[in-house]
């Protein structure tokens, strides 16, 4: 399975595709950031976001991609950067058909450390140890969007897993109730 997380942002939009399945090694394909400057027009910024994520979208060619969720902070300018950077990877992927999943912070921090509070330099540690770098990604927004990625490598599946036994599931009774009455709803 390959992956691209991203971490949403205005000034540093972090991204990493990270390759494999749960339970092996994982590689990573890449990781870096889309950056665009502080002074810059919103919708222009916007634009730079959506353009630096379409070039990651077309050179990698990922099965799903994994954003951070965004979640309430006390400065709401952050926030509304934030979201509007995580609209933007969403409509990227969706574009092109491809899967979005939203995980939150702690969600990610939990699956790739342990603990849901682990703090940014923990994060950093084991996503270096995880893909076997030599050294952290810089900044820390380059290695939140490989957690992310890992994240989605390690729950997604089962997550992905369950919904396909939903889906077969509601198959399986629409095809039961069609058998069990298959003229209903029909007209002569």
Known sequence: MRVMGVDPGLTRCGVGVVEGVAGRPLTMLGVGVVRTPADA???????????????WLDEHR???VA???V???HNVRTV????????????CAARRGIP????????????????????????????????????????????????LAIC?????????????????NRLQQAVARHTAHPTKGRTA
Do not use: C, Y
């Not at 027009?41 to 070039?55: K, M």
């Not at 509304?80 to 409509?91: D, F, Y």
């Not at 989605?152 to 077969?168: C, E, F």
């Open 62 to 64: 990922p099965e799903f």
């Open 152 to 168: 989605h490598i390690w729950r997604g599946t089962a997550q992905n897993r369950l919904q396909q036994a939903v889906a077969h």
């Open 41 to 55: 027009d919103l919708s222009h910024r916007l634009l730079a976001v959506e353009q630096g994520l379409d070039a």
């Open 71 to 73: 979640f309430s902070q």
């Open 80 to 91: 509304m950067g934030t979201a509007q950077a995580s609209a933007v990877a969403m409509l």
């Open 100 to 147: 979005v999943a939203l995980h939150t912070p702690s969600e990610v921090k939990a699956a790739v450390t342990g603990s849901g509070r682990a703090d940014k330099a923990q994060v950093g540690a084991m996503v270096t140890r995880l893909l076997r770098l030599a050294a952290p990604p810089r900044p820390a927004d380059a290695a939140d969007a490989l957690a």
């Open 67 to 69: 954003v951070e969720r």
